[in-house]
């Protein structure tokens, strides 16, 4: 196959997943690029059992304090995320649920200081099928939904038990209603600032009153929980005017209701707001950021065509996504290393491509931190602040380190897997640039990268020197500003 | 010729004898370009603080009708106190060493800061503070501008932010702020050893020193890189800072550890950038119970800021010292539902240091509710500003970089009645 169609998969599998794994290459290299589309659109159709291999010999590794417990321990929860990252084979759903935790960015400490740390990491990360109460943790509801309808992922992002403790909803009662959700979900959830005004925020406060918290199963027992109910006493009844229209005849007004009525308030301020052309727009550009390109503003033409798509599909996820991936400006080869990778992209691509048997991804999870990345640990609400925002110098330094600290890790499987490519160290360079794809690299860069192969000592290729040749030079193309853009 | 902003800002005294005749400003200009060591540290409360909390009106009975949960006692505040319009204020009861600072006369509390219409989003109102300009809040920080506005060869260390991400006010069009959240992890590793792992970081050093040509996105990671390694070795020199005092270990405590270490080894750092964060109480705010969560805010401020006050006086590097608050918005007067308080609008900045004139600026809010209340705005639920936030980043500018603040901050923010330096 021709080398541009593999650059155009590679760009695809770093966008849309995270990287891949040299069996994922091969695998979608395969496919003509509508087919590869279509195939990470369609994960429902690969079976999900990435979390049964946790633990097993040939992948990455975890190292948890105790039992592994992602339901209880937050530690286990960010590993267990990446390890799905690095072995699921639906990488668009792990992709898209990454959005969404950053999208409706919930922070697990806030909710560990109000109901303790098991609880919380319970309510950030439970599999319904491993809790005794049938929990759902808020990243397992947005990876069952990754693709879903984007109303119903609000509809359920609104009556989440952790985004209820984040954002006070639990405590909205009607006597002063509490305005924190109303605010994020007009301003940062749907049609961002500038589309809503302040009376809209209070009247969004009235209309979630007693959209509220309540414990459920035996008291005592493992099962018990907390979950989301609609209270209709701390529910305000009376009419709610906003600045925009809720419902389709244009009126803006949702009307009075009795309290036993009143949840259908939320659903209609929801519905509008998941059909407000302002929502449909402030999406198609973050996807745009997040999967096209950073490089300057969201193309007009793109952010317009994907805010009709996902108008015209009823806010369908999975039309719209195979739309931006075979959008003119995903495809064109100027989006190819456009974006500045995040910390977990960038560490979860650098696994994928140096090698993880005996890696610990606990190691990851601390350095991570460092980058100012900690999974379920957004800095607030509004997510992550990505871009140039994540270079800062220490930040850098840590990203650097952890290519040191990967490098070290994997020095003995690197010796081996380069054996072939010893006769010279430009062949040993040539092949480390091609499993670790940058955008170009100066002339002037690949020298410095060939003077250090060359240096301390005559070339032999040996077992040793292959060690610590393949390591530095991981190390340095890892750690090298080219290599942070995917 | 066209006067550019940095060649304008190098005329520094002469060019600006000459053009005004304002003697004080002229004064403090002069002395702040005399001194070669002056820190700016900025402190940014995260969330929005409730500065009603903070400095708290005792003696207002709306105070006490619009609070009935989560209002300071009258007899348990620190009082300080009354400002020009006779309001007696009083610190949260937390706020003892901050209290002990304010009677030395070095602690400044400039009541009712912010801007006209007011935002009420974090993100919106945390921009518009770090750009200093409430129309278009996408631009440069403040603090970058300023930065910028140092004259070559700049340091790479001119500025110091503390937290491990680039905030919005430290952004900047030639500077790069390093970003040192941890001064002990803040070096090199390699996956070698000996003179493997030195020609090693020989390489990654030269790579970084190239720059590519027409990639402006990239030579923005090329900076990052190179930054990193130019400052290494004298962070390494901050990381053995011994302090006279034992720093709270929180990550306010530790950060102005770290601050005070670099300006004892006189890294030559003139802005260094702190936060913390938790001020988004929009629920059990407990501003009385011990360990509740407005409590703790003012125990990891008071405990933070007293120790650093007090070991900067022990080095010596008091006088050099500014350290100035800011936050998004203040908050709403009356509490809501859930015994918190949500998103309102004018607040009160601090200003600490050994050159700074304490005491109480500008005037309380009046908080009846009277829609008419000209101390108060959204029919009377918010605090309305009085003194422009921009004023007093006009004074620190002025009067202690000693730069010029009408180029800095882009109009002339000036206020007379702002005497704290």
């Known amino acids: ?486 | 010729m066209k006067v550019t902003r940095r060649t304008f800002v190098r005329g520094g005294v002469a060019a600006f004898t000459v053009t005004f005749a304002a003697p004080d400003f002229l004064c403090d200009l002069a002395r702040a370009q005399g001194a070669h060591t002056r820190n700016l540290v900025v402190l940014y409360l995260g969330g929005g603080n409730d500065s009603l909390s903070m400095l708290v009106p005792y003696n207002d009975p709306s105070y006490y009708s619009r609070r009935p949960t989560i209002a300071v006692p009258a007899g348990r505040v620190l009082q300080i106190g009354s400002d020009s319009s006779r309001v007696a204020l009083g610190l949260h009861p937390r706020l003892t060493d901050l209290k002990a600072i304010f009677d030395q006369g070095r602690l400044a509390l400039v009541q009712r800061t912010g801007y006209n219409n007011q935002s009420r989003s974090h993100f919106q109102g945390t921009d518009i503070w770090s750009t200093a300009d409430p129309n278009n809040s996408q631009g440069l920080g403040w603090l970058g501008r300023y930065l910028d506005s140092v004259p070559p060869p700049v340091n790479a260390l001119v500025g110091w932010n503390t937290t491990g991400s680039m905030p919005h006010v430290l952004q900047a069009a030639t500077i790069g702020v390093p970003a040192i959240a941890d001064v002990r992890a803040y070096a090199f590793a390699s996956p070698n050893v000996g003179n493997e792992a030195a020609v090693e970081k020989a390489a990654a050093v030269r790579i970084c020193s190239h720059v590519p040509v027409d990639r402006p996105a990239l030579a923005f990671v090329y900076g990052s890189s190179q930054g990193a390694f130019e400052t290494l070795d004298r962070v390494a020199a901050v990381a053995n800072y011994a302090p006279s005092v034992v720093y709270p270990n929180t990550g306010l405590g530790q950060a102005l550890r770290a601050v005070a270490g670099g300006m004892a080894k006189a890294i030559g750092t003139k802005v260094f950038y702190v936060t913390t964060g938790g001020f988004d109480t929009h629920s059990a705010q407990n501003v009385n119970l011990i360990n509740g969560s407005y409590y703790n805010l003012m125990a990891t401020l008071n405990d933070a800021l007293g120790a650093f006050y007090n070991d900067l006086k022990n080095q010596g590097l008091l006088d050099d010292t500014m350290l100035v608050t800011f936050s998004e918005f203040g908050r709403r007067i009356s509490e809501n539902g859930s015994a918190g308080t949500d998103h309102g609008a004018a607040s009160v900045m601090m200003v600490m240091g050994g050159r700074v004139n304490g005491g109480l600026y500008g005037t309380a809010p009046v908080l009846n509710t009277d829609p008419a209340n000209p101390t108060l705005e959204n029919n009377a639920g918010d605090v309305h500003y009085e003194t422009d936030f921009r004023s007093v980043y006009a004074r620190v500018v002025d009067g202690w970089l000693g730069a010029d603040s009408k180029s800095i901050l882009g109009g002339d923010f000036r206020k007379a009645t702002l005497t704290f330096i």
């Open chain 1, 1 to 486: 196959m021709a080398r541009s169609a593999d650059l155009q998969i590679e760009h695809l599998l770093r966008r849309a997943g995270f990287g891949a794994r040299p069996d994922e290459l091969e695998n979608y290299r395969a496919m003509s690029l509508v087919q590869a589309v279509d195939t990470l659109v369609n994960y429902t159709l690969v079976p999900d059992t990435v979390d049964g291999h946790i633990g097993k010999p040939g992948y990455v590794g975890i190292t948890s304090n105790g039992p592994f417990s992602p339901q209880s321990n937050i530690a286990d929860a960010r590993q267990r995320w990446l390890f799905r990252m690095v072995h699921s084979d639906r990488p668009l759903q792990e992709k898209m649920t990454l959005f969404w935790h950053n999208h409706f960015a919930t922070g697990y400490n806030k909710i560990a200081g109000a109901l303790g740390a098991p609880e919380a990491t319970r309510y950030m990360a439970a599999k319904a099928s491993e809790d005794p109460g049938h929990v759902r943790g808020q990243i397992e509801m947005l990876r069952d939904n990754a693709l879903a309808n984007f109303r119903d992922i609000l509809l359920n992002i609104a009556t989440d038990t952790a985004m209820l403790v984040w954002l006070d909803g639990r405590d909205n009662k009607k006597a002063k209603p509490q305005e924190n959700f109303a605010r994020e979900i007009m301003e940062l959830f749907t049609m961002g600032v500038g589309h809503y005004t302040e009376p809209d925020v209070y009247a969004g406060a009235r209309v979630f009153s007693g959209w509220n918290l309540q414990g459920a199963g035996a008291v005592n027992a493992t099962a018990r929980h907390q979950e989301f109910y609609y209270n209709p006493d701390q529910h305000e009844t009376t009419a709610k005017t906003f600045s925009f229209p809720i419902y389709g005849d244009g009126s803006r007004t949702i009307p009075a209701r009795a309290a036993s009525q009143g949840m259908q308030d939320g659903i209609d301020l929801i519905n509008a707001l998941a059909g407000s052309r302002n929502t449909a727009r402030y999406l198609a550009a973050k996807l745009y950021r997040f999967f096209v390109s950073e490089l300057g503003d969201p193309d007009p033409a793109f952010v317009n065509h994907i805010a009709t798509v996902y108008l015209q599909s009823r806010y369908d996820m999975k039309t719209v996504m195979r739309e931006v991936l075979l959008s003119t400006q995903f495809l064109d080869s100027r989006a190819y290393f456009a974006r500045y990778s995040w910390p977990v992209e960038f560490v979860v691509r650098a696994l994928k491509d140096v090698g993880w048997t005996g890696f610990s991804l606990n190691s990851a999870v601390a350095a991570m931190g460092n980058m100012g990345q900690i999974l379920f640990e957004p800095p607030d609400v509004a997510g992550w602040d990505a871009g140039q925002t994540w270079f800062s110098t220490g930040a850098m330094l840590a990203r650097m380190n952890f290519a040191a600290t990967l490098a070290a890790n994997q020095r003995f499987n690197l010796a081996k897997s380069v054996k072939g490519y010893a006769q010279t160290p430009e062949a040993l360079l040539s092949h480390l640039l091609g499993s670790l794809a940058t955008p170009t690299l100066d002339n002037a860069v690949v020298a410095e990268l060939a003077n250090y192969v060359r240096a301390t000592g005559a070339w032999t290729g040996s077992d040793a020197q292959l060690q610590a040749k393949s390591a530095g030079l991981v190390h340095l193309i890892a750690g090298s500003p080219e290599y942070q853009f995917v």
